[in-house]
């Protein structure tokens, strides 16, 4: 998305993010859970997205999954991203992320949270920077402060990550040099 195109107020809250937390399914999914006659599950993710993820860790803005599905394919794709932070099995989305913002010493207000369906709804609401990506459920869309152009699993976490690093004014060093990091 160009500059141009994001609402100052939401610039400012993005200037301040030190955490970025994904709800995992629906999110960084397309929400479409896959399983073999085995029981074994499978999920999609976009490779943008990935991308997103390691430049937003690179910049040093911190990355954390949290999930209310325990899912060993969510801990592989963290692992495969250098994600530390993997909450699976969370029956609230918000405790955690208050958690994690006591653990590292920082404010709710130096979180960002991307979801997409109910159980999202009280860490959007409790977090500075409350994301959603495109075809998100209506009250998640209604409680989210900036919704990504793209849908989940489609780019729309590489969405909020461009964001975050246009607000901070880290997107054009990596533009500049124009390589993985």
Excluded: N
């Amino acid at each position: 998305m160009d500059a141009a195109h994001y609402p100052a107020g939401i610039i400012e809250r993005a200037a301040r993010i030190r955490l970025l937390a994904f709800d995992v399914d629906g999110t960084l999914t397309d929400g479409g859970l896959s399983f073999d006659s085995d029981g074994r599950e499978s999920k999609r993710f976009h490779v943008q997205d990935g991308m997103g993820i390691v430049l937003l860790r690179h910049a040093g803005i911190e990355v954390a999954l949290v999930s209310a599905r325990p899912s060993d394919v969510t801990a592989l794709r963290a692992k495969a991203l250098g994600i530390e932070r993997v909450h699976v099995g969370e029956r609230s989305k918000l405790v955690c992320v208050q958690r994690m913002a006591s653990e590292i010493g920082i404010t709710l207000a130096q979180i960002a949270f991307m979801g997409d369906d109910l159980p999202d709804l009280a860490a959007l609401r409790g977090v500075g920077l409350a994301l959603a990506p495109a075809d998100a459920h209506p009250w998640a869309r209604q409680a989210a402060h900036w919704i990504a152009p793209r849908p989940a699993g489609y780019g729309a976490a590489r969405d909020a990550c461009d964001l975050l690093l246009h607000a901070q004014g880290k997107l054009e060093a990596i533009l500049e040099r124009g390589e993985h990091p």
